[in-house]
């Protein structure tokens, strides 16, 4: 049994690994910057911060950063109850402060102002970041008055990092674009407007949203197509949607003669919100201009100016590389399951038996893996019966899979030989004549006898064993005709198993991602599967099978899966 040390230390390295992560984040902060949990724990810190406080990141990780750091102007500790930070804290507030004091690692107290706010990692885990700055006798303890902007430097800092985190987040268009309008209205303005560019080159109007002091409200009368993009107009959307800059902008803008369709719009969009001021910026990435950001004044006091264009830039040039980000997986897996709809095969109709097939691909994988199944009429009226998983989770291994399927399907009906012989053949070829390393399946042969029963043969090289459960609920694992897996060069000959089916009884096959989950031994996961396959016994076999998905599949799962069962006529 681990003792405290040990326990210790795996918490502490847990949380490194957790904060690798965020670090990239802080890092591009300018000040000292880092994240707690809901406890109060640091997760994260950035260079400055242990260059400010004279700490390394390894001595400040899963530390209560109050105990650690708050000082009063004394140096003793503070505290809770006089803590202005920690209020701010608790209570899920952004707050600032322009003097308080942390403890160095040399005993030596670092004079600071600091700025806190509520930061969502995603994935519903919540955390704050801190931010704070030296500060050093003698300097006043309010800035100077500036022009307007929208925030102050520490807020423009928190806000980048937030716009950072959650946007890079999800590899979902629709959610990325949700979550950058909540992060700038109502904090920067109270109506946002986002103009994507698809990839047929049309401008879409994709978001037209405004706070109503309690939530957004969603215009979708104003959203939709819009007119091309004019290749010389000097209007602020018109040159944002090219790439060119950021400009402000007014219902005056648009009150002149139109230039262009997308010129009229945009006088209806002024005319519609009642914005009287309006920033434009575009939203590109590192290869493109994918459309233009609007954050626009309507009832919010006060003109937008061109010291608040910076920061706007940056926001809409952080959703941009978000944004291309999700494009390309959604591309890359629209694609995926387009291959995958025609690598999968559809189930033969066999007079007697009924047969349902699932897959259910890896959760952040491209949609298609290694893992199959396959059911086909044989040369001498049997019915074959295949499930493989091909080593991988990619594009790569669902193509050695779809080779492994063909030629099994060529060996199989040409050659009237038992299982084992057929896969003895597959997994000569597989060493020639494919790029697949390894692979497990089973092979099988189901037929029905003179006297009405089915019986069932089949090889089995490296698979987890097929499930047999009676209608009265008795599973139990069919663990002969067990071999080596495809691809070792093993000459060792493969074996055959034959069992008869009961009346009313299923047969289950799958791929190892139903049972596997991490920290928990494969006899669990066979277990687990044994018990929910005998409960489900009595349901038809579609229901059987989703239940079966449902119950069995383990959440923290990072495999595909594929499934099929089979189930035999009741005794008439």
């Known amino acids: 049994m681990a003792g405290p040390e040990h326990t210790e230390n795996h918490g502490k390295r847990a949380l490194v690994t957790q904060a690798a992560g965020l670090t990239e984040t802080l890092e591009a902060l300018g000040t000292g910057a880092y994240l707690v949990d809901e406890q109060g724990r640091i997760l994260a810190v950035n260079s400055r911060t242990e260059q400010f406080l004279d700490r390394p990141a390894e001595d400040l990780f899963g530390h209560d950063a109050h105990d650690l750091l708050h000082r009063d102007v004394h140096g003793q500790p503070l505290p809770r109850t006089q803590c202005r930070m920690r209020q701010a804290f608790h209570a899920g507030r952004t707050a600032q402060a322009d003097e308080d004091y942390f403890a160095r690692g040399d005993g030596s107290l670092l004079r600071i102002s600091w700025l806190i706010t509520p930061f969502d990692l995603g994935d519903h885990d919540h955390s704050t970041l801190v931010l704070f700055q030296p500060r050093h006798r003698g300097e006043p303890d309010s800035p100077p008055p500036q022009a307007t902007t929208l925030l102050t430097e520490l807020e423009r800092l928190a806000l980048l990092a937030a716009t950072t985190t959650q946007l890079t987040s999800t590899l979902d268009v629709e959610e990325a674009l949700?979550?950058?309008?909540?992060?700038?209205?109502?904090r920067l303005a109270d109506w946002a407007v986002i103009d994507l560019i698809t990839e047929r080159d049309e401008v879409w109007r994709t978001v037209v949203a405004e706070t109503d002091g309690e939530g957004l409200v969603h215009h979708e009368e104003l959203q939709g197509p819009m007119p091309p993009i004019p290749e010389e107009s000097p209007m602020p959307l018109s040159r944002a949607l090219?790439?060119?800059?950021?400009?402000?902008?007014?219902?005056?803008?648009?009150?002149?003669?139109?230039?262009?369709?997308?010129?009229?719009?945009?006088?209806?969009l002024f005319d519609a919100t009642g914005i009287h001021s309006a920033a434009i910026a575009p939203i590109r990435s590192t290869r493109a201009v994918l459309g233009a950001l609007t954050l626009g004044r309507a009832k919010q006091p006060g003109d937008f100016s061109t010291l608040d264009l910076p920061l706007i830039e940056d926001i809409a040039r952080r959703a941009g590389l978000a944004l291309d980000n999700a494009r390309l997986y959604q591309r890359q897996r629209k694609v995926a399951e387009t291959m995958q709809n025609h690598l999968l095969p559809q189930m033969p109709r066999v007079p007697g038996l009924q047969m349902t097939v699932r897959y259910l691909p890896a959760p952040d994988a491209s949609q298609v893996g290694g893992d199959w199944y396959d059911a086909f009429s044989l040369s001498d009226g049997a019915t074959a019966l295949a499930i493989g998983d091909v080593v991988g989770h990619d594009l790569e291994a669902a193509a050695g899979m779809a080779q492994v399927r063909n030629m099994l399907r060529a060996y199989a009906w040409a050659l009237q030989e038992p299982p084992s012989q057929i896969v003895e053949r597959l997994d000569e070829a597989v060493l020639h004549i494919t790029d697949v390393a390894m692979a497990t399946m089973i092979l099988a042969r189901i037929e029905e006898t003179h006297n009405g029963q089915w019986k069932l043969s089949w090889t089995n090289a490296g698979h987890p064993p097929p499930?047999?459960?009676?209608?009265?609920?008795?599973?139990?694992?069919?663990?002969?005709?067990?071999?080596?897996?495809?691809?070792?060069?093993?000459?060792?000959?493969?074996?055959?198993?034959?069992?008869?089916?009961?009346?009313?009884?299923?047969?289950?096959?799958?791929?190892?991602?139903?049972?596997?989950?991490?920290?928990?031994?494969?006899?669990?996961?066979?277990?687990?599967?044994?018990?929910?396959?005998?409960?489900?016994?009595?349901?038809?076999?579609?229901?059987?099978?989703?239940?079966?998905?449902?119950?069995?599949?383990?959440?923290?799962?990072?495999?595909?899966?594929?499934?099929?069962?089979?189930?035999?006529?009741?005794?008439?």
């Not at 949700?178 to 109502?186: D, E, G, K, N, S």
């Not at 090219?242 to 209806?268: C, F, K, M, N």
């Not at 000459?491 to 190892?512: C, E, F, I, M, N």
């Open 178 to 186: 949700r979550r950058l309008v909540t992060l700038v209205v109502p």
């Open 242 to 268: 090219r790439g060119v800059a950021s400009t402000l902008a007014g219902p005056q803008t648009y009150q002149g003669p139109p230039d262009s369709g997308i010129a009229v719009e945009q006088r209806r």
């Open 467 to 572: 499930l047999l459960i009676s209608h009265d609920g008795l599973a139990d694992y069919l663990t002969d005709g067990h071999g080596i897996l495809l691809g070792t060069g093993s000459q060792k000959p493969r074996v055959d198993a034959t069992a008869l089916l009961p009346h009313g009884s299923t047969l289950l096959l799958y791929t190892d991602g139903l049972i596997e989950e991490p920290g928990h031994t494969l006899d669990e996961g066979l277990q687990r599967l044994r018990r929910h396959a005998a409960a489900l016994a009595h349901r038809p076999l579609t229901s059987f099978t989703d239940q079966l998905l449902g119950r069995v599949r383990p959440l923290a799962n990072d495999d595909d899966v594929a499934l099929l069962a089979l189930r035999v006529p009741a005794r008439t």
